[in-house]
């Protein structure tokens, strides 16, 4: 069955930078739709990267230029980097995959989802 494993969270000052990863079991990579979501308490989860069927990221604008989202298909391992974090990126990220919607933004689309991993910035 199809599992995704993030890793990497943690807490940093304002400014910092922190990278999550995303192991997928059960599915090869270069075959699934793959994104990052984040939900922070008391807010709706919400879309911050994705990768499109041609290969290209996309990205929330309120990370644009901060976050990069990249994908090892050989190690099948989903990358987050995120940069200059502020304190409105604090939240619980999660890794999700669906096999049809590549690049989207919808949570209800994504059929797997990883346990999340807290980012705390302050």
């Known amino acids: 069955h199809v599992q995704l494993v993030e890793s990497g969270g943690g807490s940093v000052q304002a400014g910092g930078s922190l990278r999550l990863s995303c192991a997928v079991s059960g599915y090869t990579l270069s075959q699934f739709c793959v994104g990052w979501f984040r939900q922070a308490p008391g807010k709706e989860r919400e879309g911050v990267a994705a990768?499109?069927?041609?290969?290209?990221?996309k990205y929330a604008g309120s990370v644009k230029g901060r976050f990069t989202i990249s994908q090892d298909s050989i190690k099948d391992t989903l990358t987050l980097r995120m940069t200059n974090l502020q304190p409105g990126d604090t939240a619980v990220y999660y890794c999700?995959?669906?096999?049809?919607?590549?690049?989207?933004?919808?949570?209800?689309?994504?059929?797997?989802w990883g346990q999340g991993t807290q980012v705390t910035v302050s």
């Open positions: 990768i499109d069927r041609d290969g290209k990221p």
């Open positions: 999700a995959g669906q096999a049809d919607y590549c690049g989207s933004f919808y949570a209800y689309e994504y059929i797997y």
